[in-house]
C-alpha cells in the first residue's frame, strides 16, 4: 500500500513569513494529492489540489509542487496570517485505478502576530 | 446546499456495545467514504460508498462494517467496541464518478467515547 510522510510535525511561522510542508510518497502510480486544511474543533477542508499532469498550482497565496521522479509534494504558504494556523494534511491514493487516500500525519502550523 | 451532516455528534459507549453512525451527503453527491481521527493514527481510511455498494475498503478489522441506502445516506457500525475505537469518526461526500477523484466534503464528524 501507499505510504505517505509529512514533515515538520509542527512548524511555528511570524506573521508575513513563509510556511512550506513537505509529503513523500511510496507509491509511483499515484496521480492526484490533495492538502486539508483543518482548524481546532472543525471538519478537515480542502484547500487545494493537484494532478501528476502538472507540476505546480496556484492559488492566491497558497501552491502546491509535484516532483513525481522524486515523489514528494510540498504546500507553500506565502504572507502567512494567524488565521492560517491550523492543523495541514497531505493525501496521496492507491495505485490499482482505485482511490484509497492515504494521509501524512498532519502538520501543526502556528503563525504568530 | 447543505453541507454534510452526521449524527449523532457525540457518543459515549462501553465496550463490548456496538454503535451505529449516520451521514447524510451533500445532495446529489453519491459517494460517501468514513475515516477514523485519533491523536495517534491520525487519519485513516475506513471504506468507501458509491451506488449502494462498497467501493473501496481500508485496512480495518471486520468490527467495522457501513452501508449507503438509496438516498446515499451512509450508516457505520460498528460492533464489540474496543477502547481503542475511540476516535472522531468523520464522514466525507463527494460527486464520485468511477475511478475517478473529486474533491471530497467532510462533515463535522461523531465524536466516540468508549469507556
Known amino acids: 500500500g501507499e505510504n505517505v510522510e509529512q514533515h515538520p510535525s509542527t512548524l511555528s511561522v511570524q506573521e508575513g513569513d513563509s510556511a512550506v510542508i513537505k509529503c513523500t510518497y511510496s507509491?509511483?502510480?499515484?496521480?492526484?494529492f490533495p492538502w486539508y486544511k483543518q482548524e481546532l474543533g472543525k471538519r478537515p477542508q480542502l484547500i487545494i489540489d493537484?494532478?501528476?499532469?502538472?507540476g505546480e498550482k496556484k492559488d492566491q497565496r497558497i501552491a502546491v509542487t509535484l516532483n513525481k521522479t522524486a515523489k514528494h509534494f510540498s504546500l507553500h504558504i506565502t504572507e502567512t496570517q494567524p488565521e492560517d494556523s491550523a492543523v495541514y494534511f497531505c493525501?496521496?491514493?492507491?495505485?490499482?485505478?482505485?482511490?484509497?487516500?492515504?494521509f501524512g500525519r498532519g502538520t501543526s502550523l502556528i503563525v504568530h502576530p | 446546499k447543505a453541507g454534510v451532516t452526521q449524527t449523532p455528534r457525540y457518543l459515549i459507549k462501553t465496550r463490548g456495545q456496538q454503535v451505529t453512525l449516520s451521514c447524510s451527503p451533500i445532495s446529489g453527491h453519491r459517494s460517501v467514504s468514513w475515516y477514523q481521527q485519533t491523536p495517534g493514527q491520525g487519519l485513516q481510511f475506513l471504506f468507501e460508498y458509491f451506488s449502494e455498494t462498497q467501493r473501496n475498503k481500508g485496512n480495518f478489522p471486520g468490527r467495522f462494517s457501513g452501508r449507503q441506502f438509496s438516498n446515499s445516506r451512509s450508516e457505520m457500525n460498528v460492533s464489540t467496541l474496543e477502547l481503542g475505537d475511540s476516535a472522531l469518526y468523520l464522514c466525507?461526500?463527494?460527486?464520485?464518478?468511477?475511478?475517478?477523484?473529486?474533491?471530497?466534503?467532510f462533515g463535522p464528524g461523531t465524536r466516540l467515547t468508549v469507556l
Open positions: 493537484i494532478r501528476s499532469n502538472v
Open positions: 466525507a461526500s463527494s460527486l464520485g464518478g468511477p475511478l475517478a477523484f473529486n474533491e471530497q466534503f
Open positions: 507509491d509511483s502510480a499515484s496521480n492526484y
Open positions: 493525501a496521496a491514493p492507491s495505485s490499482g485505478g482505485s482511490y484509497i487516500p492515504t
